[in-house]
């Protein structure tokens, strides 16, 4: 009996987080103000949103709460999943955690479980939501990085605010973690 195969597990699909430098703390941007309600927790990629009980003065383009992180990709591919780990969350039904990402300035084909849209000035903008489950997933499809690229991974938190009174924060969630995988 002959076994073949490649002792190299990273050879297929990967499974190792390629984020690991975490997030760049210092340089964290919103555009809705006053910038508070999130705080980094232990973990690397985590961080915990609250906002309920204070009022945002929001913009006209949806809020949008900015990460940031750059990594070097240690094996070609083409596809790529981000998923976000979520927990503690105050109303999943009515207010689930929505993310916009992007990988190398390119936006996911698709989000799991849930995709919404959400007003962006004179456009609808496509949110991955978590409306079930404890896991959202963004994948990038078609998207040919080399061994060595450095590319930047963006995640935009898209929080929901109250309109009476206008601008009340609502949500209350935890990342507990992100992570980036190459698929093939």
Known sequence: M??????NASCGGGSTNLLTAG??????????????????????NAFSIDY???????TTAPPLLEFEQTTTIPQ??????????ISGINDQTNLPPRFLAALAGVEPG?????????PGGSQ???????T???????????????????????IDNVPIFGTSPAGQGLQKFNVTDVSLVRLN
Do not use: C, E, H, I
């Open 124 to 130: 609808l903008v496509r949110v991955g939501s978590l």
């Open 2 to 7: 002959d076994v073949f195969g490649d002792p």
């Open 110 to 118: 698709t989000y799991a479980p849930t995709v919404a849209t959400v």
């Open 23 to 44: 997030w760049n703390r210092t340089d964290v941007a919103a555009n809705f103000t006053p910038l508070v309600g999130f705080s980094f927790p232990a973990g690397k």
């Open 76 to 85: 070609a591919g083409t596809q790529w999943r981000l998923t976000f780990t």
């Open 132 to 154: 079930s489950g404890s896991q959202l997933t963004a994948d990038f499809s078609n998207l040919p990085f080399a061994a060595g690229d450095v590319v930047d991974v963006v």
């Open 52 to 58: 309920t009980g204070k009022t945002f003065t929001a």
